[in-house]
């Protein structure tokens, strides 16, 4: 039996990029607007502070403006809450993002929700929750937004098709079950109280895994030629001692029934940058008023 399709991530994040580019361009040339990005990370968190330097050098390189705010861990939930209103307030930036994970002693839901919907480029807002479910115009979060872009990247037109989403997080589960009605497929949303979780998972011809399992979702779970898209991004420990980043789909037995699979590393996970650098050019064209681009 031949192998699956490895859907390449970075191949695709690079071309969401260069499209960003011409629209950050384009955006220059007839409207005089440039879009900017404001980043704010509260504390040291190791991961978090890579995260935000390949933000801000991503967001450059594509030509928009990088605000970046970087605030100590025993910052109170007050200063945060006027830097975010300083920033809805200010015309040069189009996009908020507020880094989480926040330390303990802020409230990480009030502040979210304190971000101008327009403005809110991570998609988490609970105005932008509910458009996206009344199908509106809305700003989506990025890593759902990549995962569809990776699905019609193997696959153009996923009408009709029989897809799980195995998760129920307001990040990516959700939200991918919205995209995915919005595509015309079938959905169905399984969790860890799913009944025969396998035996729902064998008959999609879409599996996007979101559970935070590693290698949880099995070869034998796949129906045969399905297209599977692996959000997970799992850290385990080898027999032999060393660490390795590893999905919520067990790889190694799913690429040989599927029809395309994600892999991980290099997959979903370059597509979430290049889609909030996406969502940032769509913030700045909402707030000018300026009509969505044709897909």
């Not at 220059?28 to 980043?39: F, I, M, Q, S, W």
């Not at 403006?65 to 209103?85: G, N």
């Not at 009944?195 to 996007?208: I, N």
Request: net charge positive; charged share 25%; proline share 6%.
């Amino acid at each position: 039996m031949s192998q699956a399709f490895v859907i390449d991530g970075k191949a695709i994040a690079a071309r969401v990029r260069a499209d960003v580019a011409a629209d950050v361009q384009r955006l220059k040339r007839e409207h005089g607007l440039t879009p900017g990005l404001a980043v704010v990370l509260v504390g040291e968190d190791p991961a978090s502070k890579v995260y935000v330097r390949n933000k801000a050098q991503q967001t450059v390189e594509v030509g928009m403006q990088s605000f970046e705010h970087k605030l100590p861990a025993e910052t109170s939930e007050a200063t945060l809450l006027d830097l975010v209103r300083k920033l809805n307030n200010d015309p040069s930036v189009h996009g908020i993002l507020v880094q989480m994970p926040l330390p303990k002693h802020i409230d990480s839901v009030k502040v979210l929700e304190s971000v101008d919907p327009v403005k809110d480029v991570d998609g988490f807002h609970p105005i932008n929750v509910g458009r996206l479910c009344t199908g509106e115009r809305a700003l989506v979060a990025c890593t759902p937004v990549g995962s569809v872009i990776l699905a019609k990247s193997y696959q153009h037109d996923l009408r009709g098709l029989d897809a799980v989403v195995i998760g129920r997080s307001n990040i990516v589960g959700k939200p991918m079950a919205q995209l995915l009605i919005r595509e015309d497929c079938t959905v169905t949303i399984a969790h860890s109280k799913t009944r025969d979780l396998p035996g729902v998972v064998r008959r999609a011809d879409l599996v996007v895994a979101a559970i935070g399992r590693p290698e949880f979702v099995r070869g034998d779970w796949i129906k045969p030629g399905a297209l599977v898209i692996d959000v997970g991004i799992n850290r385990v420990t080898g027999p032999d001692g060393k660490s390795r980043l590893v999905g919520d789909v067990a790889y190694e037995e799913a690429v040989k029934v599927a029809g395309a699979i994600t892999p991980v590393p290099g997959g979903v996970g370059p597509m979430t940058i290049a889609c909030l650098l996406k969502n940032t050019v769509e913030a700045a064209q909402m707030q000018r008023g300026i009509p969505a681009k044709a897909a």
